[in-house]
């Protein structure tokens, strides 16, 4: 792998920008050999395996025109959705999928900096953006994560889009709290659970899966930007059809 990494670490020392899709990970056999234990230690295997492969499949052709920004996809894992099954299927996730307009969409954003409290102008930015997606047909609903009743009322009370759901990590509660559950259930915002760590990716794990692919890669000089988790869902039969990771990655020059 000696070369394929070589060429890799050469157009990642040229590029700006990395844009990384895994593509349908029900397409990867290997990884149903194995039962990642935590939704971080998946990613970071899909982001190894994606960049593995990428890497062994670098053309010639590319090595001459060394972009600017690097598209890093795996053909034979991506699954395109049929028009017949757009009707039947709940997609969760984006564009790249071949539809017109995401079901739902939720938003975590990036953890504040130590010592400051998550607040509605530090959310405002992020909620903007999606009601703009919403006012163009793109999403059809936008939830939160992880807010508390507090900060959920003053969303509220703000957005032209309410907040159709808020996601409650199992590990913050046992029991959802009363006055989020009063609140919720007065305006039909859906409670829902999960398991997610406050950051699914840090810069330190992201430059860690990179070098590990990627040796020859100046790892410090690259960080993650956002990170976008899909699925597709048949909703009469209640299977996964699909799901996977997009990711968009910067590299930051030392001035």
């Known amino acids: 792998m000696g070369s394929e990494s070589g060429h890799a670490g050469i ?12 593509g349908n990970l029900l397409n990867w056999g290997r990884l149903r050999k ?4 935590t939704p971080s230690e998946e990613l970071r295997d899909c982001i190894q395996k994606t960049l593995n492969e990428w890497s062994s499949k670098i053309s010639p052709e590319l090595m001459k025109e060394m972009p600017e920004v690097l598209e890093c996809t795996l053909a034979q894992a991506m699954d395109k959705i049929t028009s017949e099954e757009r009707e039947e299927l709940k997609v969760s996730a984006c564009s790249a999928l071949g539809v017109e307009q995401l079901d739902s969409v939720t938003i975590v954003p990036p953890p504040a900096e130590d010592g400051i409290a998550l ?3 530090y959310l405002q930015p992020y ?14 609903a ?3 994560s992880d807010l508390d009743k507090v900060l959920l009322e003053q969303l509220f009370l703000w957005a032209q889009v309410k907040p159709s759901s808020n996601q409650v990590n199992l590990a913050s509660c046992c029991v ?6 009063a609140f919720a259930k007065e305006f039909d915002i859906q409670l829902l659970t999960h398991n997610d760590p406050k950051e699914l ?7 860690e899966t990179l070098h590990e692919s990627i040796p020859d890669c100046q790892v410090h000089e690259w960080t993650p930007l956002w990170l976008l988790r899909y699925s597709v869902i048949v909703k009469s039969r209640g299977i996964i059809k699909s799901k996977g990771y997009i990711l968009q990655a910067k590299r930051i020059l030392a001035s």
């Open 176 to 181: 959802m709290p009363p006055d989020l559950t």
């Open 11 to 22: 157009l990642l020392g040229r590029a700006g920008a990395l844009n990384l899709q895994t």
């Open 127 to 140: 909620w903007a953006e999606l009601e703009n997606l919403v006012q163009n047909k793109k999403i059809v």
């Open 201 to 207: 990716l840090c810069e330190a794990s992201f430059q």
């Open 34 to 37: 194995k039962c990642p234990a």
């Open 142 to 144: 936008i939830g939160t």
């Open 119 to 121: 607040s509605l102008e």
